[in-house]
């Protein structure tokens, strides 16, 4: 699949438009039982507390797919992202409270490629705290 979007109109430096996600303990048991993952330092704060952790923190692959929607939005066709990947360099902590947390993500165009493709560079950040490294897509644009 191709983004619906020109290779010849993106230049090195576009910024893609910004997004925030919030992330409450229910979305975190809803995401659990979609992904299968029940691993209680996602949804018990006892638990969490005990092996160190400051709180329940999100799911690394829900904070993951949270930020690589930045890209699908802007790209118009999910498929056309070819390769994504990240490091976690910090937990999304999840307070149980009616606020939650947020993950704000910001995205730019880092280098033109050959065969239609650019390289996305993100940021992806949780109370002031960058929670992804490294998090890069290659998108296939038309």
């Known amino acids: 699949m191709t983004a619906k979007i020109a290779y010849d109109d993106i230049e090195v430096g576009t910024e893609l438009p910004a997004q ?14 979609a992904s299968g993952d029940f691993n209680p330092i996602h949804w018990n704060e006892k638990f969490a ?9 999100a799911h690394g692959m829900f904070t993951m797919a949270e ?20 490091r976690f360099t910090k937990p999304v902590v999840v307070p149980n409270d009616d606020k939650g ?12 490629l ?11 950040k949780s109370d002031d705290q960058k929670v992804l490294g490294m998090s890069r897509a290659v998108v296939r644009l038309a």
């Open 114 to 124: 050959d065969d239609n493709q650019v390289r996305v560079d993100l940021l992806a």
């Open 67 to 86: 930020a690589i929607r930045v890209v699908t939005d802007w790209a118009g066709d999910p498929g056309a992202v070819v390769e994504y990947g990240v």
């Open 20 to 33: 925030s996600f919030p992330v409450t303990r229910a979305t975190l048991v809803q995401y659990a039982g």
């Open 49 to 57: 507390l005990e092996v160190g952790l400051p709180d329940v923190i």
């Open 101 to 112: 947390a947020t993950i704000e993500v910001s995205a730019k165009v880092a280098a033109k």
